[in-house]
């Protein structure tokens, strides 16, 4: 009888404990698979020949930069590589569903200041969690 008995609470032990780890596995799965993505503007700095531009600063704003008026608040700005390309995390600036306009222009550093060497002046509607790829095209 005793056999019988610690047998049956062996038995369920050991399906309680496969039960449980069942149960560990579905959650790790699950909490692997709601990760994000990042939210990134890829930049890519060419002149009108289509050659990539280094050491371009690329600036985005929530409006849109002229001539007439003094420059907006800069809410992010990278400077383009080797490749001519420049990136904007921003994950952590942009934390809504919602999308929303935002606009980029691009600078070249001579001495100490900065100069506007825009030719195109992307407009961007972008999201948590979105990534997009565009151009900016520079004198």
Same mark, same amino acid.
């Given at each position: 009888?005793?056999?019988? &008995?610690?047998?049956? @609470?062996? &038995?369920?032990?050991?399906?309680? !404990?496969?039960?449980? !780890?069942?149960?560990?596995?579905?959650?790790?799965?699950?909490?692997?698979?709601?990760?994000?993505?990042?939210?990134?503007?890829?930049?890519?700095?060419?002149?009108?020949?289509?050659? @990539?531009?280094?050491?371009?600063?690329?600036?985005? &704003?929530? $409006?849109?930069?002229?001539?007439?008026?003094?420059?907006? $608040?800069?809410? +992010?700005?990278?400077?383009?590589?080797?490749?001519?390309?420049?990136?904007?995390?921003?994950?952590?600036?942009? %934390?809504?569903?919602?999308?929303?306009?935002?606009? &980029?222009? @691009?600078?070249?550093?001579?001495?100490?200041?900065?100069?506007?060497?825009? +030719? %195109?002046?992307?407009?961007?509607?972008?999201?948590?969690?979105?990534?997009?790829?565009?151009?900016?095209?520079?004198?």
């Amino acid at each position: 009888m005793k056999k019988l &008995f610690y047998s049956l @609470a062996l &038995f369920s032990l050991l399906v309680s !404990c496969r039960s449980e !780890c069942t149960e560990e596995s579905s959650s790790t799965e699950t909490e692997t698979s709601t990760q994000t993505s990042p939210t990134l503007v890829k930049m890519n700095v060419l002149n009108s020949q289509s050659v @990539a531009q280094k050491d371009v600063v690329v600036m985005m &704003f929530k $409006t849109k930069v002229t001539s007439a008026s003094n420059l907006p $608040t800069i809410e +992010k700005q990278a400077t383009s590589d080797a490749n001519g390309l420049a990136t904007l995390d921003l994950s952590s600036y942009i %934390t809504s569903n919602i999308a929303a306009t935002y606009y &980029f222009e @691009a600078f070249k550093k001579e001495g100490n200041n900065l100069v506007w060497v825009s +030719k %195109t002046h992307p407009e961007i509607s972008i999201k948590k969690n979105q990534q997009v790829t565009t151009s900016i095209i520079v004198n």
